[in-house]
């Protein structure tokens, strides 16, 4: 069976089904009322005509329609039939008898149902029937007459809350055809006048959608903007070397040529390999395992172990061996948290001096775990740590160090997802720049 998604249809469905519950309920309550009142009245009648019939003492059976009430309607069948049978000790005047004994029944009589009233008198039992399927009947007229007017208003009601609905859900139909009409890089927010309260919170956050989709538009299109822009520069850098390389005449010349290449290619390929990277931690999601940073921190250093032999950089660690490595567990990817670090020690390692030192800290505090990763280069002036961070960005005292700068974009956004609060600073001990990351521990979400 097919679900019904128009709100319109639901709605009008539920009022439909409410009114017809309501009508329901209203109708047995009605006809529970009523047979309570008829069989009330008809019961003072039966007992009316007892004494009434006492009094004139007939002899005979009679069937004696009932009088005119405003409170019964009026019906052929809706009669009762008197009997009345002499006995013994009828010296006493009609108009003086007194009653002695009176009291209801049912009897079945043929396919009918009666409600009897026996009176026994001095002289005379009375007996007074009446049938129970004409009270029922009586009572469902009277249910009827009450429950009518709704019957006859309910697709009144319909039909009005149907144009209500309509009217009230026509700023979604035009937010829709505003929708439909739009060009694929029309993003501007959509117009909530005569938005009803309830759809208030849904175009809201279709306007906040466009506006997070318009600014990753316009950050995508800078990075490819970049992008062409610094690829430029190595291919060109590139073709040139090659065309010395053409040119060469001795073993030597050709040798450093091809040596000039190899550099360029080199280059090139890691630019490219940094640019896949930040463009796959941009789509990534935010990791939720478990990561052991002790580890993590390991990899790290191996994956950059022999860049920092070549340049004789002594790599060390503090890794607190003593405590246990549970303590230093955090959420997030851990593959997402080696790049993080190897792009850190990478530019730690290329920034210091040849012979120099690179340390990275692992500690435990009390709310939080620290990370730093500190060189003895030459650091990072304050006023330009702000704008590191961003793409292609390389600051003024490591120009002669090479480098996209994408890595501590790729940092950047990495701690980002995953967040990592991250802070530059000088290292105390080394002198040069020290990169510090703040994670909240694992066990904190518990």
Not at 36 to 50: G, K, L, P, Q
Not at 240 to 262: D, H, I, N, T, Y
Not at 317 to 332: C, I, K, M, N, S
Request: proline share 5%; hydrophobic share 45%.
């Amino acid at each position: 069976m097919t679900a019904i998604r128009s709100i319109r249809t639901r709605l009008l469905l539920i009022v439909a089904l409410v009114i017809g519950l309501a009508t329901l309920a209203q109708a047995i309550v009605a006809y529970r009322v009523a047979l309570n009142e008829v069989d009330t009245i008809s019961d003072f009648y039966m007992f009316e005509m007892a004494r009434a019939v006492h009094r004139s003492m007939p002899d005979t059976t009679q069937i004696v329609p009932m009088p005119p009430s405003k409170s019964l309607p009026a019906n052929e069948s809706n009669c009762f039939t008197l009997k009345v049978r002499r006995t013994e000790n009828a010296e006493h005047e009609p108009s003086t008898r007194p009653e002695v004994l009176r009291h209801f029944s049912q009897r079945q009589d043929g396919p009918q149902t009666l409600r009897v009233l026996e009176v026994d008198v001095p002289g005379a039992h009375i007996e007074v029937s009446h049938d129970l399927a004409v009270r029922a009947q009586t009572a469902r007229a009277l249910a009827l007459r009450t429950i009518l007017p709704i019957i006859i208003s309910a697709p009144l009601l319909l039909l009005l809350i149907a144009w209500g609905t309509t009217h009230t859900l026509a700023p979604l139909r035009r937010a829709r055809r505003e929708i439909a009409a739009r060009e694929a890089n029309d993003l501007q927010p959509l117009s909530t006048a005569c938005v009803p309260e309830e759809a208030l919170p849904f175009v809201n956050e279709i306007n906040v959608l466009f506006t997070r989709i318009n600014a990753e538009f316009r950050a995508r299109n800078e990075f490819v903007a970049d992008v062409a822009h610094e690829l430029r520069s190595p291919l060109a850098a590139l073709k040139l070397q090659v065309q010395g390389l053409l040119r060469a005449q001795s073993p030597e010349a050709k040798a450093m040529a091809q040596e000039r290449v190899l550099a360029g290619i080199t280059r090139a390929t890691r630019l490219v390999e940094q640019l896949l990277v930040l463009a796959r931690e941009d789509a990534a999601r935010p990791g939720h395992n478990i990561t052991t940073l002790p580890q993590v921190a390991r990899l790290a250093l191996s994956d950059v172990l022999t860049q920092a032999q070549a340049r004789q950089i002594d790599l060390g660690a503090e890794l607190q061996e003593q405590l246990p490595e549970v303590v230093f567990t955090v959420r997030g990817d851990a593959e997402a948290l080696r790049t993080l670090l190897r792009n850190l020690l990478d530019n730690a390692i290329k920034y210091s001096p040849r012979g120099g030192i690179v340390t990275l800290k692992l500690a435990r505090e009390a709310t939080h775990i620290a990370l730093s990763v500190e060189d003895n280069g030459p650091g990072i002036a304050p006023e330009e740590r702000s704008v590191l961070f961003e793409r292609f960005r390389r600051g003024h005292s490591g120009q002669d160090a090479g480098g996209s700068g994408l890595g501590l974009a790729i940092v950047r956004t990495i701690a980002t997802r995953q967040e990592i609060d991250i802070r530059l600073d000088r290292s105390e001990t080394l002198g040069g720049l020290a990169v510090h990351l703040t994670f909240k521990p694992a066990d904190a979400d518990a």
